[in-house]
Nanobody, 115 residues
Framework: QVQLVESGGGLVQAGGTLRLSCVVSGRIFRPDAMAWYRQAPGKQRDLVAGISSAGSTNYADSVKGRFTSSTDNTGNTMYQQMNSRKPEDTAAYYC?????????WGQGTQVTVSS
């Protein structure tokens, strides 16, 4: 069974930098897709960045130029580098991956950006 565990969240001032990590265990094959989502209080969970099986990335317009998603060489750890943080980036951040039509999710890590 695939498990994902996020870490790296916390309180950061606007304009600051933060890097989230997501450790993946229990996988055998490279997933069909990986992604980061976020959910602010009272709002739906939205896509932040996606990573295809070929390694290409796509980003939500709200984070383009500020966030960078990547994986390590083994594909067992995902990273979300977040620069120039804004208060509206405050949310719980989740990593996820897909095999076929099945998505597996981490428990989330809270990021709070103070102005």
């Amino acid at each position: 069974q695939v498990q994902l565990v996020e870490s790296g969240g916390g309180l950061v001032q606007a304009g600051g930098t933060l890097r989230l990590s997501c450790v993946v265990s229990g996988r055998i094959f490279r997933p069909d897709a990986m992604a980061w989502y976020r959910q602010a209080p009272g709002k739906q969970r939205d896509l932040v960045a996606g990573i295809s099986s070929a390694g290409s990335t796509n980003y939500a317009d709200s984070v383009k130029g500020r966030f960078t998603s990547s994986t390590d060489n083994t594909g067992n750890t995902m990273y979300q580098q977040m620069n120039s943080r804004k208060p509206e980036d405050t949310a719980a951040y989740y990593c996820t991956l897909r095999y076929g039509s099945t998505w597996s999710w981490g428990q989330g890590t809270q990021v709070t950006v103070s102005s």
